[in-house]
C-alpha cells in the first residue's frame, strides 16, 4: 500500500468503497482471499484507491478482525491507496489507531456516528485519534448535524482541523433533493478548500458535484462491479464531457436504485455474489441480508451492469488513475 501522505492530488480520481467478504460457515470469518478477488476486479479496472468503510460493514468487526484486515491492507500493491476507516466510537476508534499506527498507516476515515456528541468535543477526540496513530484523518460528513447540533459551529471545526493539518480529506456524502443546490456543501466550501473535499455518495450526485462544485473525485459503490466504467465517468468529468458522464452515469442508477431502496451496503454486498465476482458470503449482524425476493430482483440488474463493463473493457477505454 502507499505509505505517503495524502495530498491534494491524491484526492483527484475514484475511491471504491469495497465490501469484506466472510466465510459461509459458523463463525463467519473473514474471507481475504475472496475479498482480493473483488480488488483485482476493480483494479483490472483502473481503479488504485480502495477506502473500507461502510460497505465493509467496519462499524461492526471485532477488533480482532480489524486487526486481521488492516493487516491484509498493508499488503497492497505500493500503487494502490488502502484506507480503512475507524471509529465511530471514541474508544473503539483509539483501539483501532494503535493497530494502523504498528501497520504504518498514514490515512484512514473516521466513521459518522449519532451518538452524543458536539463540535467542539469531536475535534479533540479526532485530534487525539490522529495523533495517536501519526495519521491524517479523512471526515465522512454525512448529515448536516454530524458535527454536533450548531451547523456553523460544526463547519467551523471542520476548518479548524484542516487548518491544523489533521483533516486531510472530506468524504461529503450529505444528501439532497437536487445535488445542484446544496446551501450546507456552499457553507463548507467557504470554509476549507475544495481541493480536499470529494463527493461521497456514489455516480447519483457524482456529475453535478463535479460540475457546479469543482470537486475533484467521488467514491463508489456500485464501481466495485463496474470500474472500467466508472473510470471512465470520472475521465469525462475531467475532461469537461459532461454530456458523456451523464450517460455513463445513467447505467448505475439501476443498481444505485436499489441500493438506496434496500441498503446500499447489502445490496452492494449481494451484487458481487450473484455476478460470480467473488463469493461475498454473510453480513455479520446487526444488518440482515437481503430477502430471496429481492435478490431475484436484484439479479438481472447487477447482471446487465457487469455485461456492460465487460463490454467496455473490450473496448480498451483508457481508465482514470
Not at 465490501?19 to 476493480?42: K, N, Q, Y
Not at 496513530?133 to 471545526?157: M, P, Q, T, V
Not at 456514489?202 to 458535484?209: D, L, M
Not at 464531457?241 to 447505467?251: H, M, Q, S, T, V
Request: charged content about 25%; aromatic content about 6%; overall charge neutral.
Amino acid at each position: 500500500m502507499k505509505r505517503s501522505p495524502l495530498t491534494p492530488a491524491d484526492l483527484r480520481g475514484v475511491f471504491a468503497v469495497p465490501p469484506v467478504c466472510r466465510r459461509s460457515a459458523e463463525g463467519r470469518a473473514l474471507d481475504l482471499g475472496e475479498s482480493a478477488r473483488v480488488v483485482a476486479h476493480m483494479a483490472a479496472g483502473g481503479l488504485t484507491r480502495f477506502l473500507y468503510g461502510g460497505n465493509a460493514f467496519l462499524y461492526h468487526l471485532t477488533l480482532a478482525e480489524y486487526q486481521q484486515l488492516a493487516e491484509w491492507l498493508a499488503s497492497f500493491s505500493d500503487d494502490h491507496w488502502a484506507i480503512p476507516s475507524v471509529g465511530p466510537s471514541y474508544g473503539r476508534a483509539m483501539d483501532q489507531a494503535e493497530v494502523l499506527r504498528r501497520l504504518g498507516f498514514p490515512v484512514a476515515m473516521a466513521l459518522p456516528c449519532g451518538d452524543p456528541r458536539d463540535a467542539a468535543g469531536l475535534a479533540v477526540g479526532l485530534r487525539e485519534i490522529a495523533d495517536s496513530a501519526g495519521l491524517g484523518l479523512i471526515l465522512y460528513l454525512k448529515s448536516e448535524d454530524g458535527f454536533g447540533a450548531d451547523r456553523d459551529a460544526g463547519l467551523d471545526a471542520v476548518a479548524r482541523l484542516v487548518d491544523a493539518k489533521v483533516c486531510a480529506g472530506i468524504k461529503y456524502a450529505v444528501v439532497t433533493p437536487d445535488p445542484e443546490q446544496d446551501p450546507y456543501l456552499e457553507a463548507l466550501l467557504r470554509r476549507v478548500d475544495r481541493s480536499l473535499v470529494i463527493s461521497g455518495i456514489g455516480e447519483r450526485p457524482a456529475v453535478a458535484h463535479l460540475r457546479r462544485f469543482g470537486l475533484p473525485g467521488y467514491t463508489t459503490g456500485s464501481g466495485c462491479l463496474a470500474p472500467r466504467l466508472t473510470s471512465e465517468l470520472f475521465a469525462a468529468c475531467r475532461s469537461g464531457d459532461f454530456a458523456k458522464a451523464i450517460e455513463l452515469r445513467a447505467r448505475f442508477i439501476p443498481l444505485e436504485d436499489r441500493r438506496d431502496a434496500w441498503g446500499p451496503a447489502r445490496v452492494l454486498h449481494a451484487a458481487l455474489e450473484l455476478t460470480g465476482i467473488a463469493a461475498a458470503g454473510p453480513i455479520p449482524p446487526f444488518v440482515t441480508a437481503l430477502s430471496e425476493a429481492q435478490r431475484r430482483e436484484l439479479l438481472p440488474v447487477a447482471r446487465h451492469l457487469l455485461e456492460q463493463e465487460v463490454a467496455a473493457r473490450r473496448e480498451k477505454a483508457p481508465a482514470a488513475r
